[in-house]
T-cell receptor
Framework: DAKTTQPTSMDCAEGRAANLPCNHS???????VYWYRQIHSQGPQYIIH???NNETNEMASLIITEDRKSSTLILPHATLRDTAVYYC?????????????FGQGTILTVHP | DAGVIQSPRHEVTEMGQEVTLRCKPI?????LFWYRQTMMRGLELLIY????????DSGMPEDRFSAKMPNASFSTLKIQPSEPRDSAVYFC????????????FGPGTRLTVT
């Protein structure tokens, strides 16, 4: 699976949009981009995933560039409860179906 | 649904003892994953099952670790004998085939081996 690169940490003011970038320049055509987050002392939580189209759900939006080499997770109105480690993961199906490799992620701190 | 259930939530044991961690996946999910998280190595996939059959155990650190899934609603991860370097948080997750990488994680078991 392709490797991802994320900033180590980011800050965001409460109520503002949090834009978390991820580079995955070696992504291949059948690989999806997944985002998870882990709030302190809890298990990781699925947020959203996409292949090449932009996606939106009740938690966040995922913007994938046309060449698919990078993506941005957007939390439209960040709250203090969104403070967490955010993981960007690239994974394909086939023999590695469902197999996720978590990197170090981005520590997002939302401040008042 | 109650989500993925893990027990115990905390386990403290002495080196050399056998440790058994338990997981109940979400009903109807056909994939089950075991992960380990430490500060040094982050979150690592140990093993995963599909329809109760182990598919990939390449992440299992050594023969001291074993995992079983006797039925669709129960899985165990056993460490025998335990060592201090096994101290970590162990997570279980489950998913549906149709949902691909959308996994649901349990609260984890914090294992301390002294």
């Amino acid at each position: 699976d392709a490797k991802t690169t994320q900033p180590t940490s980011m800050d965001c003011a409460e109520g503002r949009a949090a834009n978390l970038p991820c580079n995955h320049s070696t992504i291949s055509g059948n690989e999806y981009v997944y985002w998870y987050r882990q709030i302190h002392s809890q298990g990781p939580q699925y947020i959203i995933h996409g292949l090449k189209n932009n996606e939106t759900n009740e938690m966040a939006s995922l913007i994938i560039t046309e060449d698919r080499k990078s993506s941005t997770l957007i939390l439209p109105h960040a709250t203090l409860r969104d403070t967490a480690v955010y993981y960007c993961i690239v994974s394909s199906g086939g023999t590695s179906y469902g197999k996720l490799t978590f990197g170090q992620g981005t520590i997002l701190t939302v401040h008042p | 649904d109650a989500g993925v259930i893990q027990s115990p939530r905390h386990e403290v044991t002495e080196m050399g003892q056998e440790v058994t961690l338990r997981c109940k996946p979400i009903s109807g999910h056909d994939y089950l994953f075991w992960y380990r998280q430490t500060m040094m190595r982050g979150l690592e996939l140990l093993i995963y099952f599909n329809n109760n059959v182990p598919i990939d155990d390449s992440g299992m650190p050594e023969d001291r670790f074993s995992a079983k899934m006797p039925n669709a609603s129960f899985s165990t991860l056993k460490i025998q004998p335990s060592e201090p370097r096994d101290s970590a948080v162990y997570f279980c997750a489950s998913s549906l085939t149709a949902s691909g990488g959308e996994q649901y994680f349990g609260p984890g078991t914090r294992l301390t081996v002294t």
